[in-house]
């Protein structure tokens, strides 16, 4: 299968190979849901948007009903609905904070439900892709609309006055011709019998009568908990006469167990059982690898049972992947021209007659995700029942793969969504999920499984490694005519679909086909690349290496030619306008072009605005560098300064950080701050030591001292974030991921201005070491 | 018979006294608080006080705390308010949240032994916790905040 040819075929798959091909309609009649009950809205009219999205074509769309998303007690609570997953972004406040700003409730007054995975219900629940508020704002302004609007007129009836004379302000309803006040409890049985007002008649609040939007004074609906240990995370969970199960798998990718002897572990106190997992042969998207599960009354007599199996392994067809290898082929197919994805003018012609040409090979390992909590997850099957309680980025695709796996009704499983403890992608795969459902359906009783951070790193889905390499041909008066990138990795459709050597057009649109420079001659290619491992989603994904070596070659660009960085990106992006790269069927992150363009005069502002901000060209002390990326991804823009500090011995620390986003409408300035200094934080662990090996088949780091992430004493000590006020009705973009991707290559530009070390292979490490 | 005091209540333990502090809590005690990072005392997820001493209860036996005093986040201040606690939700400190009952019981320690660390002791101090959504920054904030009156 040749997903490059047939982009098409991962339309939907985005995040999961789950085209629908049924009409909505058809799926509620299936589970007996009645048509009036769920608002049909699938794809949102152009009529009742200032913008269009790609919600819609997301695995079940949307849904915009007050009804599925909204309740009012009595007493006066509302309580609405978070369908999407909470890892950190906020969005567990934020998209309920939407509704309640358009229905005029008050926030003290709001409690916030989460969602069990049911996409039928509640439309697409996948959160990834940094969609959350860029699908969601205008949906839940129209459930929140929509609310108000029954409450309004419910109180125009009690009244008898016309619904124009009334208007819901703070969580009440007035009639200020005769100062009457109805509070929204009050109302709550009789809003509940009005009908729901359609999408396109609605009238939606003006932007300047925001209480909440935009505002960023509301703390997340969490914080409490967390800062009391009462937030329920996956791990959390327990239930009356549950196990604990922790699993040997296969140490090697598409590996299988060939014998195992259980005697020493079930000599262990506590352990009370030893028992085989079903695996799935690889690739098999996010099934089981399968192994050998210790049962015990806990956590810690499961691991050291664990510790004392005995475990024969066939390592099978990846026994010998060796990243030292790999990495050589990487490299050798980067030299070599590949297939075709983005052609303008003639490169090739243009690298050889170009007066001089600047090479750059860039490479970046294969990372892992280590979130703070690893995989865990409950499950309770009974009999063609299952319920499950996980933290998973995908509760809808963890209930079809929990009923697949199980092989009952989707309908009798049940996902209950806990807190996630950190997703990054990772829990975007719902193995860990299976793995609890199966053991369950075995032991007839509830199980946790959990995973160690050993198993996090040795079984996870790690980011894809590669080799970018771009040749820049400059003309006699230093000007860019020519540029080639070949981008070899493998990719993440290889976990879905055995064979696969080129990367998906989600891929190649993270920066490598969409690169936004105004040059005359450009060819962009993908040599083949298999993979040798399961290969997943990470925050920002193939941006990563995309942004390193684009933003990289810039600063080489610029030292090659002795001009400033900031002059020579700005010189690159050239004049404002709106990028149309020559590709067929370009990604733009599920989003169409027209709301969502390639606009170079955003991405020329977010480099000027934090160069400005940022103080670009301030004089720094010796030992001391500044250098600057900018990279548009999740169609946002982001562009980063960072200053560095290298003592005579190498060690490199961050004395500040400088970032501009442009995520168009936004929601909550302050967790959009709090993401993007994680993002720093989250670069710089990458850029520093991010790197998983294999060797012989099997990861080679084992924990937190192997695989290091930046901790407090290393971490930059101010970072500033700027966030560009949009202008009215710029549709909200990405912001979960895109702060990732500029900070790398911002780090290595300021490195090379501080030493004159171009470095182009990550992670540091010791490279800076004498 | 092992007796230990969590959060001011007498606990027993009669299983295996080599059963890590940590698995003890959360899954023989219920105090689930107190989280797993990786057993391995290198990410601070873990961290509860034992007798005023911040302690990684991912590799401190059971057996090791009998009979002394063990506080976890759920045992820090009844209503929550303790000056680190009320620092962190000023700061708007936590992200994922997963890491920071380690740090706000890290924090507290380091305020018991060190009323008025300065930034570079805060940084040192907080160092063996990993926050991995990267709220470094905010935490260091926030624990300045709560030493100097939040």
């Known amino acids: 299968m040749n997903f490059i040819d047939n982009p098409r075929k991962l339309r939907g798959f985005e995040k999961h190979i789950r085209v629908e091909k049924v009409s909505r309609r058809s799926i509620l009649k299936g589970l007996g849901v009645t048509g009036g009950f769920v608002l049909a809205a699938p794809v949102m009219s152009r009529q009742a948007l200032a913008y269009e999205t790609g919600a819609g074509q997301m695995p079940h769309g949307v849904v915009v009903d007050p009804r599925v998303f909204v309740s009012v007690a009595p007493d006066g609570i509302v309580t609405i609905i978070g369908h999407r997953s909470e890892m950190g972004t906020g969005v567990r406040t934020s998209l309920p904070l939407i509704v309640a700003e358009e229905m005029e409730a008050d926030w003290s007054r709001v409690k916030v439900q989460q969602a069990h995975g049911d996409e039928v219900r509640f439309g697409n629940q996948d959160t990834d892709g940094s969609r959350s508020t860029r699908h969601y704002l205008m949906p839940m302004r129209q459930i929140g609309a929509s609310a108000r609007t029954m409450l309004e007129q419910a109180a125009a009836k009690r009244w008898g006055v016309p619904a124009t004379e009334v208007k819901a302000v703070n969580h009440e309803v007035v009639h200020s011709a005769s100062g009457r006040k109805l509070g929204f409890g009050e109302l709550a049985a009789d809003a509940a019998k009005e009908s729901v007002p359609s999408i396109e008649g609605l009238k939606l609040k003006n932007p300047k009568d925001f209480r909440y939007l935009g505002k960023g004074q509301v703390g997340i609906v969490d914080l409490h908990d967390i800062t009391t240990g009462k937030a329920r995370y996956g791990a959390d969970v327990r239930l009356p006469g549950m196990k604990y199960a922790v699993i040997a798998r296969p140490p090697v990718t598409g590996g299988k167990l060939v014998s195992f002897d259980p005697e020493a572990a079930l000599k262990i106190p506590g352990v009370e059982k030893v028992m085989q997992v079903r695996g799935w042969p690889w690739p098999s998207k996010f099934q089981p690898l399968g192994g050998v599960a210790v049962i015990a009354r806990n956590t810690g007599a499961a691991i050291k049972g664990r510790d004392a199996l005995k475990l024969v392994w066939d390592d099978g067809p990846n026994g010998k992947y060796d990243s030292v290898a790999y990495r050589k082929e990487l490299e050798e197919a980067s030299r070599k021209p590949g297939l075709v994805l983005r052609k303008e003018g003639d490169a090739d012609a243009a690298l050889k007659g170009a007066d001089k040409v600047i090479v750059g090979e860039y490479y970046v390992p294969h990372l892992a995700h280590v979130a703070m909590e690893p995989p865990v997850a409950v499950a309770n099957v009974k009999g063609d029942t299952a319920e499950i309680w996980a933290p998973v980025q995908s509760p809808g695709g963890t209930r079809e793969d929990v009923a697949k796996t199980l092989e009952i009704p989707e309908g009798n499983v049940t996902v209950n969504v806990t807190l996630l403890g950190g997703g990054f992608g990772r829990k975007s795969k719902c193995d860990f999920a299976l793995e609890a459902a199966l053991l369950s359906k075995e032991l007839g009783a509830p199980v946790k499984v959990q995973w160690t951070r050993e198993d996090d790193l040795h079984n996870g889905f790690v980011h894809t490694v590669s080799v970018e390499r771009i040749e820049a041909g400059l003309d006699k008066s230093g000007k860019v005519i020519a540029w080639r990138h070949r981008s070899v990795a493998p990719s993440i459709a290889s976990t879905f679909a055995a064979g696969t050597v080129h990367q998906a057009p989600f891929e190649i649109g993270m920066g490598l086909v969409d690169m936004p420079f105004e040059i005359a001659n450009i060819s962009c290619e993908n040599p083949e690349a298999a993979a040798h491992t399961r290969i997943g989603w990470f925050r920002s994904v193939s941006n990563i290496p995309r942004a390193f070596a684009v933003q990289s070659m810039v600063g080489e660009i610029a030292q090659a030619t002795g001009r400033d960085q900031k002059d020579m990106l700005l010189e690159l992006i050239g004049s404002p306008r709106i990028v149309k790269p020559n590709v067929k069927d370009l990604w733009n992150y599920g989003e169409p072009q027209e709301s969502y363009p390639i606009d170079t005069a955003r991405l020329r502002k977010v480099v000027e605005l934090v160069a400005e901000k940022g103080e670009w060209g301030r004089k720094v002390p010796k030992g001391h560098g500044l250098g600057i990326a900018v990279h548009r991804s999740f169609v946002s823009y982001i562009a980063t300064v960072v200053e560095v500090a290298i003592d005579d011995k190498g060690k490199l620390t961050v004395p500040r950080v400088d970032t501009a986003i442009d995520c168009g409408t936004y929601v909550n300035p302050e967790r959009i701050a709090s993401q993007i200094e994680g993002a720093a934080i989250m670069g710089l662990s990458l850029a520093k030591y991010g790197e998983i090996t294999f060797k012989d088949g099997k990861v080679q780091q084992k924990n937190f001292d192997d695989f290091q992430v930046v901790r407090m004493d290393d971490s930059p000590v101010v970072t500033n974030v700027y966030i560009v006020p949009p202008a009215s009705d710029t549709p909200p973009s990405g912001v979960g991921e895109p702060g990732v991707p500029p900070f790398a290559p911002a780090l290595i530009n300021a490195i090379f201005a501080a030493t004159g070390k171009r470095i182009r292979s990550l992670p540091i490490g010791k490279q800076l070491e004498a | ?150």
Not at chain 2, 37 to 52: M, S, Y
């Open chain 2, 1 to 150: 018979m092992i007796k230990v005091k969590i959060n001011g209540q007498e606990q027993s333990w009669d299983g295996d006294p080599d059963l890590p502090l940590l698995w003890f809590l959360r899954d023989e005690a219920g105090l689930t608080g107190t989280k797993y990072g990786c057993g391995q005392a290198l990410c601070g997820a873990c961290t509860v006080i034992v007798d005023k001493q911040a302690v990684r209860a991912c590799i401190t036996s059971i057996n090791d705390v009998a009979g002394r005093e063990v506080t976890t986040i759920e045992g820090l201040h009844p209503n929550g308010d303790h000056p680190v606690q009320k620092a962190w939700r000023q700061v708007n400190v936590p992200q994922c949240g997963f890491c920071q009952a380690g740090q706000i019981m890290q924090a507290a320690a380091l305020l018991m032994d060190n009323p008025k660390p300065s930034h570079d002791q805060i940084r040192e101090a907080m160092s063996g916790n990993i926050c991995r959504c990267g709220c470094y920054q905010r935490i260091e904030n926030a624990v300045h905040l709560a030493s100097t009156g939040v």
